[in-house]
C-alpha cells in the first residue's frame, strides 16, 4: 500500500523559512518523480515543484522559483521542500503526491497523494 | 502557460443522476489530461488520466472523454459519495503543471 506523510508545517513569520518532509513507502521510491502541490485556503490546487526520480531534474512554479528548493535522499525514501523567504501568499495546506515517471507517458500526473501539511505564513 | 478552465462552477444533480463536468484547455494538450476528486478535509484523488483512463480502483461510473482542448468528465448515476469538488489537470506542456479552478458538485 502506497503511503506518504508529510511532516514540518508550521507558523513562521514572513521572511522566514521552513522545511517540509515527505516520506514513503509501499512502492519503489527511486523509480518515481515526486511533487508538491498547494492548496490555499478554500482555494484551488496549485503545482508547487516535481523532482524526478534520481533528483537530477527539478521543476518549480514560478511563484517559488529562486525561495524554494526540492530534493530527495532515495536512501530514506523521503523527499522534502525547503522554503525561503516566505510570504503571506505561501499560506497553504502542502500535498506530498507520488508522480507518474519521466519515462511514462502520463509523467506530470499525481496518482497518489499524502494528507498534508499546514503552512501559515503570518506576523 | 495553459490555462485551464472548468465549467460550470457549481453543479447541481440529484443522486442517481448523471453528471457532466467540462474542461477546456487554452491551448492543446493533446490527451494529456487528469481529473481529481476532493472530499471537504480530504486530499485530492486521481480519477481519470490519460483523458479517459480510470485509475486504480475507480468505479466504473467515472469516465472521460476528450482531447485537443475540450474534456468531459462524466459520472453516471451518482452516488452520495460522489458529492465534492472535481478539478481537471494538464500534464502537456510544464513546466508548468496547471490545474483548473474546480467544479463543486452538490447535492440537488
Known amino acids: 500500500e502506497v503511503q506518504l506523510l508529510e511532516s514540518g508545517g508550521n507558523l513562521v513569520q514572513p521572511g522566514g523559512s521552513l522545511r517540509l518532509s515527505c516520506a514513503a513507502s509501499?512502492?519503489?521510491?527511486?523509480?518515481?518523480?515526486m511533487s508538491w502541490v498547494r492548496q490555499a485556503p478554500g482555494k484551488g490546487l496549485e503545482w508547487v515543484s516535481t523532482i524526478s526520480g534520481t533528483g537530477i531534474s527539478t521543476y518549480y512554479a514560478d511563484s517559488v522559483k529562486g525561495r524554494f528548493t526540492i530534493s530527495r535522499d532515495n536512501s530514506k525514501s523521503t523527499f522534502y521542500l525547503q522554503m525561503n523567504s516566505l510570504r503571506a501568499k505561501d499560506t497553504a495546506v502542502y500535498y506530498c503526491?507520488?508522480?507518474?515517471?519521466?519515462?511514462?507517458?502520463?509523467?506530470?500526473?499525481?496518482?497518489?497523494w499524502g494528507q498534508g501539511t499546514l503552512v501559515t505564513v503570518s506576523s | 502557460e495553459i490555462v485551464m478552465t472548468q465549467s460550470p462552477a457549481t453543479l447541481s444533480v440529484s443522486p442517481g443522476e448523471r453528471a457532466t463536468l467540462s474542461c477546456r484547455a487554452s491551448?492543446?494538450?493533446?490527451?494529456?489530461l487528469a481529473w481529481y476528486q476532493q472530499k471537504p478535509g480530504q486530499a485530492p484523488r486521481l480519477l481519470i488520466y490519460g483523458a479517459s483512463t480510470r485509475a486504480t480502483g475507480i468505479p466504473g461510473r467515472f469516465s472521460g472523454s476528450g482531447s485537443g482542448t475540450e474534456f468531459t468528465l462524466t459520472i453516471a448515476s451518482l452516488q452520495s459519495e460522489d458529492f465534492a469538488v472535481y478539478y481537471c489537470?494538464?500534464?502537456?506542456?510544464?513546466?508548468?503543471?496547471?490545474f483548473g479552478q474546480g467544479t463543486r458538485l452538490e447535492i440537488k
Open positions: 491551448q492543446t494538450v493533446n490527451s494529456n
Open positions: 503526491a507520488k508522480t507518474f515517471p519521466l519515462w511514462s507517458s502520463y509523467y506530470g500526473t499525481f496518482d497518489y
Open positions: 509501499g512502492f519503489t521510491f527511486s523509480s518515481y518523480a
Open positions: 489537470q494538464q500534464y502537456s506542456n510544464w513546466p508548468p503543471i496547471t
